[in-house]
């Protein structure tokens, strides 16, 4: 079956530096891909689709200049928190739908974020 | 406004009873609603689709929109059920998921 990668898996930062999370399609293309944000316990919330070839597109209330998204290929797409702090500690999923039955979405494992 | 509501946070029985984990959702026209799992430290994965109206280990669940309601539902629940589920939305021409809040299953031998 279809399997996402992410990279790391956890990462612990100082606060106002940058970090860069990756997200690889391993086996298929995906020319979309979706980050979610995790809070423990709470559901997962959209926080953008990336779009290979073009500009991601942001749900309402995220900070498109504070999480950069990158779709540089069909197998990757990169989220980078700018000038971390404390509050974008979380747990970051990226999925993509399946190539064969787009109706099914396949996520990575997540990233654990730490700024401390 | 599209939304899903999972009212209950958690859900706890004992094996051998019968579950049922509360969807609905709000969304101005047909959507796709979608039950998605998260086995302790792994990955969300797809339980069922209410396009193909089959039953996956045991759970099904019905779309009813007068109800505006897609309810999971298992008779007989085993320990291996124990995970958090999650119901999801998809609207018209999109891939995008909506996620509810997601109720964790606990079920106790």
């Known amino acids: 079956g279809a399997v996402v990668s992410q990279h790391p898996s956890w990462v612990i930062c100082k606060s106002g530096t940058s970090v860069k999370i990756e997200c690889r399609s391993l086996d298929f293309q995906a020319t979309t891909m979706f980050w979610y944000r995790q809070f423990p316990k709470q559901s997962l919330m959209l926080m953008a689709t990336s779009n290979e070839g073009s500009k991601a597109t942001y749900e309402q209330g995220v900070e498109k200049d504070k999480f950069l998204i990158n779709h540089a290929s069909l197998t990757l797409s990169t989220l980078t928190v700018t000038s971390a702090h404390p509050e974008d500690s979380s747990f970051y999923i990226c999925?993509?739908?399946?190539?064969?039955?787009?109706?099914?979405?396949?996520f990575g494992p997540g990233t654990r974020l730490t700024v401390t | 406004a599209q939304r899903v509501t999972q009212p209950e946070k958690l859900l706890s029985v004992f094996k051998g009873a019968p579950v049922e984990l509360k969807c609905n959702y709000s969304?101005?026209?047909?959507?796709?609603l979608f039950w998605y799992v998260q086995y302790s430290r792994q990955r969300l994965q797809l339980l069922l689709r209410?396009?193909s109206r089959e039953s996956i280990k045991g759970f099904t669940a019905d779309l009813n929109k007068g109800e505006t309601s897609f309810h999971l539902k298992k008779p007989f629940a085993q320990e291996e059920d124990s995970a958090m589920y999650y119901c999801a939305l998809r609207g018209y021409n999109t891939d995008k998921l909506i996620f509810g809040t997601g109720t964790r299953l606990q079920v106790f031998p």
């Open positions: 209410h396009i």
């Open positions: 969304y101005s026209g047909s959507p796709e």
């Open positions: 999925s993509a739908p399946g190539q064969v039955s787009s109706y099914e979405q396949y």
